[in-house]
Structures are given as structure tokens and as C-alpha cells.
């Protein structure tokens, strides 16, 4: 992150039902997207603590820019939804989120429900 403004993320997830909605799988490494309102470029390398519900505390994450919904979900056809971004997990600690994140949605039977970002 030399010569690059450090961000710093906070994502508070209190649910299972969030925890998917959230999950981006189709990133490599996985990814979720984070509700914000202020504006990151593509690329920008973020430092993430995710809370889960059951967590005592936040788990740091270092991740990467690599979707935008500037505008509440003109990305989608049918959906307005939250502004964000979504994020893909780098190193270590973001294979360890990964691999947890989908072990706690592995036998989740969330139907039909769209995500925020699919």
C-alpha cells in the first residue's frame, strides 16, 4: 500500500441471512461487499474487520477493491439496493475468512433470495 492512501473498513455482520447476502463467491479468494456511501477507487487496497455474530471480536482482513455500486444498484436489473463495494480477500488471513465464511453458509438454505451483488 506504499504511496497509496490506507483505508480502513468495518463490516459488523449479525446474521447467518447477512453473512450471504453479503458473500461474494465468485471472487477468487472470496470477497463480500461493504455498505458505504464514500467512494474508493478500483484497486485500492483496503484493511477490513469483519464481525461476525458470534465473534468476541473483529477479525482483520487485508482485501481489494474490485466492484463499485456508486448508484444503489444500477448493476442489478430488477433490484435497487445499498451502495457499496465489493471486496476480494488477499493473504492469508483472507483464505482463513474465506474457507469460514463458507463453511457457516455451507448447509444455509437461503432459496431463491438474491445477494447484494448478484
Known amino acids: 500500500?506504499?504511496?497509496f492512501?490506507?483505508?480502513m473498513l468495518n463490516l459488523p455482520i449479525s446474521s447467518l441471512d447477512m453473512l450471504y447476502a453479503y458473500y461474494m463467491?465468485?471472487?477468487q479468494g472470496g470477497g463480500v461487499f461493504v455498505p458505504t456511501k464514500k467512494k474508493y477507487p478500483m484497486a485500492a487496497e483496503v484493511s477490513l474487520l469483519i464481525k461476525l455474530w458470534d465473534d468476541?471480536?473483529?477479525s482483520p482482513v487485508p482485501a481489494r477493491v474490485v466492484?463499485?455500486?456508486s448508484d444503489g444498484g444500477a448493476s442489478r436489473d430488477t433490484m435497487a439496493g445499498p451502495t457499496g463495494i465489493g471486496v476480494q480477500f488477499l493473504g492469508a488471513e483472507g483464505e482463513r475468512m474465506r474457507a469460514r465464511i463458507e463453511k457457516l453458509i455451507a448447509g444455509h438454505k437461503a432459496g431463491d433470495r438474491p445477494t447484494l451483488t448478484m
Do not use: K, T
Request: charged share 15%; proline share 7%.
Open 1 to 3: 500500500m506504499s504511496g
Open 5 to 7: 492512501e490506507s483505508y
Open 25 to 27: 463467491p465468485f471472487l
Open 56 to 58: 468476541q471480536r473483529a
Open 67 to 69: 466492484w463499485l455500486s
